[in-house]
């Protein structure tokens, strides 16, 4: 089991950036993937962006050219850059871990909120 923790949620005009962070209670090198989703009140999670362990992303068309995902081995970190934020971005953002050796774990989400 990974256990997940984010952080940098908060309060944002829109137009702003906010950068998420994931703390990994393990080494993240040999997670297979790494991602970030989000949730609103009565809809299904969704997919945001996806790094996997030899650096490809995968991104969400509503987040394409806006958000940026990255992982830092060294610091077991995950990140998300979020610019241009729009008050649709407005959500629940959970990290996720994926990895043939310990399967698949969630942290307990960070709200992000996007003011017009």
């Known amino acids: 089991q990974v256990h997940l923790v984010e952080s940098g949620g908060g309060l944002v005009q829109a137009g702003g950036t906010l950068r998420l962070s994931c703390l990994a209670s393990?080494?993240?090198?040999?997670?297979?993937?790494m991602g970030w989703y989000r949730q609103t009140p009565g809809k299904q999670r969704e997919l945001v962006a996806a790094v996997t362990s030899d650096g490809r992303t995968n991104y969400a068309d509503s987040v394409k050219g806006r958000f940026t995902i990255s992982r830092d081995n060294a610091k077991n970190t995950v990140y998300l850059q979020m610019n241009s934020l729009k008050p649709e971005d407005t959500a629940v953002y959970y990290c996720?871990?994926?990895?043939?050796?310990?399967?698949?774990?969630w942290g307990q989400g960070t709200q992000v909120t996007v003011s017009s």
């Open positions: 996720n871990s994926r990895s043939d050796r310990y399967g698949t774990d």
């Open positions: 393990r080494s993240i090198f040999s997670i297979n993937v």
